[in-house]
């Protein structure tokens, strides 16, 4: 008995916790007030940017974990992918507008362990752009809002 209530329970909570995305509308995201900085010494191993921002989403809903942004780096066949120094988002969004403050590490620095597959594909120089995304799925997204291109002031 005790292990029948111990799954209903479970259940219970995980049908709770899990939400339909596609039955989310689609938002759309405005970036303003765009400042970026490099931090850079690749004999270090680092390189990271300092980006500030000010953002606004259209048609927002208030899930945990549904908006959140990256840098998405250029590819050579003009697709862009984004790298991570560990498993959490680097900024999620908790509001329909604010402004965020961050400092996330590029494809070149050594806490992204960027794979060689990435580094060859990768366009040089270097451009990338922020991306605020939405949650389309349990591990897909679409980009609802981002940045003009810009250009990497490392020269390799």
């Known amino acids: ?43 270090a191993g680092q390189h990271t940017l300092d980006l500030s921002f000010n953002y ?27 790298v991570s120094s560990g498993r959490e988002l680097p900024c999620n969004f908790n509001k329909a507008a604010g402004e965020i403050s961050l400092v996330l590490p590029t494809i070149l620095d050594k806490t992204t362990f960027a794979s060689k597959e990435q580094l060859a594909s990768l366009k040089y120089p270097i451009e990338y752009f922020l991306a ?14 981002k940045t003009p291109v810009q250009v990497s002031e490392i020269k390799l």
């Open 1 to 43: 008995m005790k292990k029948l209530v111990t799954s209903i329970a479970f259940l219970t909570l995980f049908g709770c916790a899990s939400t339909d995305y596609s039955k989310l509308a689609t938002g759309e995201a405005s970036i303003s007030n765009f400042k970026v900085s490099e931090i850079h010494n690749l004999n």
């Open 132 to 145: 605020i995304h939405q949650r389309t799925g349990k591990h897909t997204n679409r980009i609802i809002g």
């Open 56 to 82: 606004q989403i259209a048609k927002y809903h208030n899930q945990p974990d549904l908006y959140n942004c990256s840098v998405q780096f250029l590819a050579l066949d003009g697709t862009s992918f984004s």
